[in-house]
């Protein structure tokens, strides 16, 4: 007698598809649940934390709004190996705004992000028509350019950076405003990526050619796709400018376009939820193992190697798969 | 001072030919990217100051031994890591950073910084050309770096195994009906590569101390390098280094030394966006730009 696993949907799922969802509480709770969780753990964990764990989450919001960037920019195609530009142009720009210009932290962070996206935008429409592996390499080495020129040059501060920012008048304003972008984004654009412009972006990343042929301008797509993840990175940065008070070369480090990578690879690419739960499990890690010095980053390496190798798909994808199907042995049929 | 500039920039460019031409032989001629490249360099390096100075082998041996170890774990990276990831760019090139930075940083936390972890130069002697010294070393990484690159290309264009490097790069499926076991090829050249690199750290190393932080900046340098003169071309790495080379030397002497990494950058920045298969690249037009 030959066993073979078979995968079928739990019952729950096939009875909540549609309008049966209507029927009963527990089918409506099994659809709610996995989108009320995050919503509900990110609006209550600031209440229950010490102030060194809040800080902690400060951070996690900052590089899940990094990794659902990158996410963005992946699911249309391109790598981009240096989200540490869209976060150091939109830290800048806040910073100057704020310190050469006096514009109050409501302002300057909303128009860092906007300017931030039309910088990095224009800056990379050049390399807009290359592809894969060279795109990305153009991603990687302009933030470290930039760090160059910012050290060589010494504008805006030079290596000490501008500090002595303006700081937002209370700690919980800014730490709700992060979540609750975070949530906006993470609904928001797991909404984008379904619609019908979402399925554009993700056939131009599986065939450009076919989504040409079809008579859609795909370069105007691309620059569309290209400026919200970078106003959303820039957003980051400029939150993170008005959390610490200071800005200077360390925010284009490799740091800020490895991380998100780290998270989506560990977390699960093609579902932003994917984003935030990788940034969600490694920034703590990290934080938790930083008793250990320079092993740290032993860890993160190997970590990430182990991941990327043993588990590509991600947790979101594994936890999502075993939520929504089951496994058993069934027989062969001759 | 021109004559030094440019006997230093002629100097420099062999450098960087040195230290391109293992990257260039796992990246460009087999498709595999190395981005741990860095690190085995660093790798050979401590491992022959290890051997040297707490073991007391012989110098000659220590740099045999080390070089055949870096080979050894280039080979087992691959079988273990890279074999399961193969084809997906973006996996391989975060595995191989992922095992890199694990490397260097590891030694950076044993604490291998400081000016004691030097090695030794082989002779000791100085030359003059012209007005201007160069010691023997350089000129041992000239000759040495000459005499590596007729061999690769020999390698690559007259050997059968050198031809199997470069067929499995360019159809995997045409090659393996060939009989070329793709695995094996891969394995062999990722090690060739290690190897490389080993060999180039035992000559550039001992022009100063080993710092960890070069590691990083071996790989720009050999990524930059590789991509100008276009994957898989020797002429190309040469011709590459030769432009990044006297670019740097002559930004650092007439300009100042903080622009010289930007120059590198900006160089290949330039080219990815004019020309992204590099100079003397052989991948088509269309498979690289829309």
């Known amino acids: 007698m030959k066993k073979r696993k078979e995968r079928i949907d739990r019952g729950i799922k096939v009875r909540s598809e549609d309008i049966f969802a209507l029927t009963s509480w527990r089918e409506m709770l099994y659809l709610s649940a996995p989108r009320l969780i995050p919503a509900i753990v990110f609006l209550v964990l600031p209440l229950v934390l010490e102030p060194y764990w809040q800080r902690v989450l400060l951070s996690v919001a900052i590089f899940a709004l990094l990794a659902i960037s990158w996410d963005i920019l992946a699911q249309s195609g391109m790598v981009s190996l240096g989200q540490a530009l869209f976060f150091g142009v939109g830290a800048y720009c806040s910073g100057i705004m704020n310190h050469y210009f006096g514009i109050s932290p409501f302002f300057a962070i909303p128009a860092a992000a906007i300017a931030g996206g039309v910088i990095c935008t224009v800056l990379l429409l050049p390399v807009l028509r290359l592809r894969g592996v060279y795109f990305a390499m153009v991603t990687l080495i302009i933030p470290l350019m930039i760090e160059r020129v910012i050290e060589a040059t010494k504008i805006f501060g030079g290596t000490e950076g501008i500090s002595g920012l303006s700081v937002i008048p209370s700690k919980w304003l800014e730490l709700y405003i992060l979540m609750a972008a975070l949530l906006a984004a993470l609904f928001g654009f797991r909404r984008l990526m379904d619609s019908d412009y979402g399925l554009v972006l993700k056939g131009i990343k599986d065939n450009d050619r076919s989504v040409m042929n079809a008579g859609i301008n795909i370069y105007w797509f691309k620059i569309e796709a290209l400026f919200i993840a970078s106003a959303v990175g820039a957003f980051a940065g400029a939150m993170m400018t008005h959390v610490y008070r200071f800005v200077g070369m360390p925010v284009f480090a490799l740091d800020y376009s490895i991380l998100p990578i780290a998270a989506v690879m560990v977390g699960g690419s093609g579902s932003f939820a994917g984003a935030v739960l990788g940034a969600f499990i490694l920034v703590p890690l990290s934080e938790a193992l930083r008793a250990l010095g320079g092993l740290r980053i032993v860890f993160y390496g190997v970590f990430l190697v182990i991941f990327v190798v043993g588990l590509p798909e991600g947790i979101f994808h594994f936890i999502s798969r075993k939520y929504q199907q089951f496994e058993r042995w069934a027989e062969v049929e001759k | ?290």
Do not use: C
């Not at chain 2, 992922?98 to 002697?125: K, N, Q, S, T």
């Not at chain 2, 622009?259 to 100079?279: D, E, F, Q, R």
């Open chain 2, 1 to 290: 001072m021109l004559l030094g500039t440019i006997v230093y920039a002629i100097i420099n460019s062999v450098i960087l030919i040195l230290m391109s031409i293992g990257f260039n032989l796992t990246f460009g001629i087999s498709g595999i990217s190395n981005f741990a490249y860095g690190a085995f360099y660093i790798l050979a390096a401590f491992v022959t100051w290890m051997l040297l100075n707490l073991l007391g082998f012989p110098y000659v041996l220590s740099i045999l031994i080390s070089i055949v170890f870096t080979a050894v774990i280039g080979a087992l990276m691959y079988r273990f890591v890279l074999m399961r990831v193969r084809g997906q760019v973006l996996s391989e090139v975060i595995a191989t950073f992922g095992i890199g930075l694990a490397i260097l940083e590891f030694f950076r936390y044993l604490g291998f910084v400081g000016v004691e972890y030097a090695l030794p130069v082989f002779i000791d002697e100085s030359f003059m050309i012209g007005n201007v010294y160069v010691d023997m070393q350089r000129i041992l990484i000239v000759l040495s770096s000459i005499v590596l690159v007729i061999l690769l290309w020999l390698f690559v264009h007259y050997t059968s195994l050198g031809l199997a490097f470069r067929g499995i790069a360019q159809d995997e499926r045409t090659a393996l009906t060939f009989g070329m076991d793709s695995d094996r090829i891969a394995t062999l050249s990722v090690s060739l590569g290690a190897g490389l690199a080993a060999i180039a750290a035992t000559v550039i190393i001992p022009l100063g101390t080993i710092s960890v932080s070069q590691g990083y900046d071996v790989l720009i340098n050999a990524l930059a390098v590789s991509i100008i003169g276009g994957l898989g071309s020797t002429g190309g790495v040469i011709v590459a280094s030769l432009l990044v080379g006297f670019a740097q030397r002559f930004t650092d002497t007439y300009i100042g030394s903080h622009w010289t990494m930007i120059v590198s950058l900006l160089a290949l920045l330039i080219v990815l966006v004019i020309k992204p298969s590099g100079l003397y690249g052989k991948q088509k037009e269309l498979e690289e730009r829309i």
